[in-house]
């Protein structure tokens, strides 16, 4: 079905990044339509999804996310069950939200920034890439976002992560919570190590850009119930009233290509897989960094027979995340995680320094999750009933604390997204990856992080220790259409505009060059202003 | 020489006491700027202070505020200290034409000639010109002649000034003073009469203003707020709460947050003190009070099936998805009543369920020196947390009052539509365009009459 051009520009994607670009576009006076994969629904639906799970079911954050089945995202039943097609030494197990707002309606509001060590990784140690601009570059970006996002952190210089900025944090920082106030002590006393508060997408003390202050309920995940944290989809309704056009439940399946291999239209899938073709100007896919290359790769045609964007080949290589580890720790004395945030501060120090030549460098994070759903579990198989049962479950939740071991990953352009033969609900390709964290997270984990989570482990006192077995993700998808000045071995340039179709942008992680240990979104957001300050510019040039 | 120097000298200390002087007036009229709230309508949400330009809506229509600030060309600033007492006191403005009574200049006659005098220094010396021109208020036929306030002026506007009550105390003097005068309470607290003229006899016994009711202030314990202490009071004009009774939402929040939070203890004691003297001849003569209704609640029953389930538990679901995060799974709030309790409530338990009605649709803003209040809307703002339609609100709200609040009251997807609309509208339009065809329609026979009558 044809359909006449709605807006000069199409933004596919409504998560965080496809949102901040619109409201550029609008604040620019140029119209914008948005096409959503997923459905649109209200936050109310989504916290009573939640309440209604099995407690067994509550510590997963897709399970009040079902897929439909025309978008499926990965999830343990329903739709999306074995959507991804997964192979290789490390499990690319991710999850993320194919419904409009995306995956931040689920993130925990983490906004670490980059430092410049971390965007030169190939000139100073001789890995990686470097990226196409350094840090200073970044830096305006990141303050935008950071006041777009409205983010919380400390005023003091010592505290901030990095502590090279232009303007101090919209709002002041959250205070920690008892768990939190001690870890801080006994890292800083036996062992010298600096937890600081996160920089986070979280109202503190006060509302800003009309939602609520946080009242640290610790509900942040699988999501914040009164809009406290940022999401995409506090973003929806104030876009449509600036005049941008949502169209949910619209899975674009195709790129389309002109004679002069520009960008001529997108076509998407309705419901009833009736198909619609969109014609525009310039077009903007900022669907995370596992569909956008899976939409590239789908839409390989004569004049692109790799795909789009894909004359480098490097479209869906590079896939990177944050290799973690927990190191679960039961205590002699109560900490009590569960006061505040879910995420409010971390170790980053310990992601810098000359041996990121040798390893990988790593962030180690009190994770403030209540323990509370996970122990109680522990406690049932005591064989406990009644008041013992109480108390077991108790001390265990005061008594109890992960940490988190996040590293760094090298891009590697053999972990690689692919088409895989088995289809979705519209008969769309399921995305193959095949993985492997590589020697030199392997490296960091044998001489580095495991053995500071070790000394962690004997600070805090700990009686009991355990580790997961495997390198589980962090749920931050990169590289997958890596940045990059030379069009032979990089999919986009600095404004994340594609070296192969001059009005076609990828913004977002995967994009990004090197992954450092903290997450990724306020990176992604950052590339998102780049990328839209560039877009308004070319369309008002069109 | 010596007579010069001692000249300058003296010269210079009159300056100087007279520069003390003005200083201490100008502090005095900026007083009673905030006392008198003027910047809540003068003044727009990103605006300069007192440019105007905010509609004022109004049962009759939106009305403009206009630019107050000592501007020549768009403000005040080219009139006499008279000038301005008329057009705070007597409602006329430099150009003779009368001003709309959306301008409380009948609470504002009670101010006294030094008060006006310390006002008029504020503004005058104090405010920063703005040269900009507020647009201008249209109201429909026949409230947009101005001169009809001629008429309702010599029915309504008491003589200017304030006559102290020898058999009371001072502070009850001071009290009544601020209450009628610069706080003028009784413009939203009064029911008002079909010509939109408060009415003495049912003085604060409470009104509808738009989609809000400025509930009974008086100190009747079961209609009024009798129950509340002077310390209540002092309590809930400083910081816009009570706990376990009331908070403050609406144009109450504004008050608060632009005006009573500033006010001295002394004068917020008064205020009170007068207040708590206040009767209310209507009020019933047993019964509970709004502050008393209903109890910590919880119902489960519902739970497993989706939001969207259409069945008898929709009004529960609601609850749970929209309000519960805050308020609670029994309705209890927090323990610090940061997050209210839904029971022993005004907004509740009131017999008038308005202000449940809009403080879901419109939500909660305040700030005072305890920190920000944000309550966010439930309406088609883009910044609602839900966009709730009228049904959901009206099925939520009685779920809220038949379990948390004054059960015997029950809210209509009409009434929300109302609410939703502004409030209720007055019929004075249609009074009044009836009224003057009326007449017209009388003076036509009458001609008529006449004209035969001659003829014969």
Redesign the interface.
């Known amino acids: 079905m044809a359909e006449s051009s709605l807006s000069p520009v199409v933004i596919v994607g409504t998560g965080v990044v496809g949102v901040v670009i619109a409201e550029q576009l609008l604040d620019a006076g140029i119209p914008v339509l948005m096409l959503e994969a997923g459905p649109r629904v209200s936050r109310a639906e989504i916290v009573e999804n939640y309440r209604n799970l099995p407690l067994a079911a509550k510590g997963n954050p897709i399970e009040c996310y079902p897929s439909r089945p025309w978008a499926p995202h990965p999830e343990p039943a329903g739709a999306g069950k074995g959507y991804l097609q997964l192979s290789g030494t490390d499990s690319y197990a991710q999850s993320y939200v194919r419904y409009a707002g995306g995956s931040t309606w689920h993130w925990a509001g983490t906004c670490w920034r980059l430092t410049p060590a971390d965007m030169q990784l190939h000139s100073r140690y001789g890995v990686g890439r470097d990226w196409a601009f350094d840090y200073a570059t970044l830096e305006p970006y990141y303050t935008r976002a950071e006041y777009q996002l409205g983010v919380c952190g400390p005023d003091d210089q010592a505290l901030q992560w990095p502590p090279q900025r232009s303007k101090p944090y919209p709002m002041p920082a959250l205070p920690f919570g008892p768990g939190e106030a001690r870890f801080t002590e006994v890292v800083r006393e036996k062992l010298g190590l600096n937890n600081i508060p996160t920089a986070q997408a979280r109202n503190s003390g006060t509302s800003y850009d009309d939602r609520p202050a946080c009242c640290g309920n610790n509900n942040c995940v699988p999501v914040c119930p009164i809009g406290a944290k940022y999401d995409g989809a506090t973003a929806l309704s104030r876009l449509e009233a600036r005049g941008a056009v949502i169209r949910d439940n619209a899975v674009v399946w195709r790129i389309e290509t002109n004679a002069q291999n520009r960008i001529e239209a997108v076509h998407y899938y309705d419901p009833q897989r009736q198909s619609h073709r969109v014609s525009g100007t310039l077009f903007i896919i900022a669907c995370n960094g596992l569909e956008t290359p899976k939409l590239l790769l789908m839409s390989a045609d004569g004049r692109n027979p790799d795909g789009i964007a894909n004359r480098s080949g490097q479209v869906g290589r590079n896939m990177m995340d944050h290799p973690q580890i927990t190191m679960t720790v039961t205590l002699e004395e109560p900490y009590w995680a569960g006061v505040g945030p879910v995420v409010n501060s971390g170790i980053m120090e310990t992601s810098q320094g000359d041996f990121r030549a040798e390893h990988a460098g790593a962030y180690f994070r009190f994770n403030n999750f209540a323990r509370n759903r996970f122990v109680t579990f522990d406690a049932l198989q005591k064989g406990l009933v009644g008041k013992a049962l109480d108390e077991e479950i108790r001390r265990m939740t005061a008594c109890t604390a992960d940490i988190v071991l996040a590293h760094e990953i090298l891009p590697d352009a053999n972990n690689r997204l692919t088409l895989s033969d088995k289809k979705d609900g519209l008969g769309l390709p399921k995305p193959a990856i095949h993985y492997d964290v590589g020697d030199y997270v392997r490296r960091s984990l044998e001489v580095y992080s495991l053995p500071i989570a070790n000394r962690i482990a004997d600070a805090m006192g700990a009686t009991h220790r355990v580790f997961s077995k495997q390198f589980n993700q962090s749920k931050h998808i990169m590289g997958g259409t890596i940045m990059g000045l030379d069009p032979a071995n990089s999919v986009v340039d600095a404004e994340c505009r594609t070296h192969d179709h001059p009005n076609l942008f990828l913004p977002g992680g995967g994009a990004m060059a090197s992954t450092a240990c903290g997450n990724s979104t306020l990176t992604m957001v950052a590339l998102a202003f780049k990328a839209a300050d560039a877009i308004v510019k070319q369309a008002q040039e069109a | 020489m010596l007579k010069l120097k001692q000249l300058a000298l003296s010269l210079l200390l009159i300056g100087g006491a007279a520069q003390a002087n003005d200083d201490a007036l100008i502090k005095k009229g900026q007083y009673l700027a905030i006392a008198s709230d003027c910047t809540a309508c003068h003044t727009t949400e990103h605006g300069q202070p007192f440019a105007g330009g905010k509609a004022i809506d109004s049962p009759v229509g939106q009305i403009i505020a206009t630019n107050i600030t000592p501007s020549n060309t768009a403000g005040i600033g080219t009139y006499t200290e008279q000038q301005f007492a008329d057009a705070l006191r007597k409602g006329v403005r430099a150009d003779g034409a009368r001003l709309y009574p959306a301008m409380p200049y009948t609470a504002y006659a009670t101010l006294t000639d030094e008060d006006v005098h310390a006002l008029y220094a504020y503004f005058m010396s104090a405010v920063k010109p703005v040269d900009r021109v507020t647009e201008q208020t249209h109201l429909p036929f026949p409230l947009n002649l101005r001169v009809s306030l001629f008429f309702w002026n010599a029915l309504f506007l008491k003589a200017p000034g304030y006559t102290p009550d020898a058999t009371k105390s001072e502070a009850w003097n001071r009290g009544r003073y601020l209450v009628d005068g610069a706080t003028h309470c009784s413009t939203c607290h009064t029911p008002r009469g079909m010509l939109m003229q408060e009415k003495p006899r049912e003085a604060f016994t409470g009104a509808q203003v738009g989609a809000w009711y400025a509930p009974n202030i008086t100190a009747n314990a079961t209609s009024g707020i009798g129950e509340w202490s002077q310390d209540d009071l002092v309590t809930y004009l400083k910081t816009g709460r009570l706990a376990g009774k009331a908070q403050a939402a609406g144009s109450m929040a504004e008050a608060i947050t632009h005006s009573f939070q500033y006010l001295s203890e002394d004068d917020l004691a008064a205020i009170a003190e007068y207040m708590r003297s206040i009767g209310d001849s209507s009020a019933p003569a047993s019964g509970s009070s709004r502050f008393q209704q209903g109890n910590a609640a919880n119902s489960t029953a519902f739970?497993?099936?989706?939001?969207?389930f259409p069945d008898d538990h929709a009004g529960a679901?609601?609850y749970?998805?929209?309000c519960a995060?805050?308020h609670g799974t029994l309705a209890q709030g927090?323990k610090d009543a940061?997050?209210p309790s839904l029971f022993h409530n005004s907004a509740t338990g009131a017999a008038n369920p308005s202000n449940l009605i809009a403080t879901i649709l419109f939500g909660v803003?305040r700030h005072t020196a305890e920190?920000?209040v944000?309550?966010?809307p439930f309406g088609a703002?883009?910044?609602?947390?839900?966009?709730l339609d009228d049904r959901q609100i009206a099925t939520l709200s009685n779920w809220i009052l038949h379990n948390y609040g004054n059960a015997d009251v029950t809210v209509s997807p009409e009434q929300v539509a109302e609410s939703r609309r502004g409030g209720p509208a007055s019929s004075l339009v249609m009074f009044a365009q009836a009224g003057i065809a009326a007449g017209a329609l009388l003076l036509a026979v009458l001609i008529i009459v006449v004209w035969r009558r001659r003829r014969r």
């Open positions: 739970r497993g099936a989706p939001l969207t679901r609601l749970s998805g929209n995060s805050c927090t940061f997050y803003q920190g920000d944000y309550m966010p703002q883009p910044s609602a947390l839900n966009h």
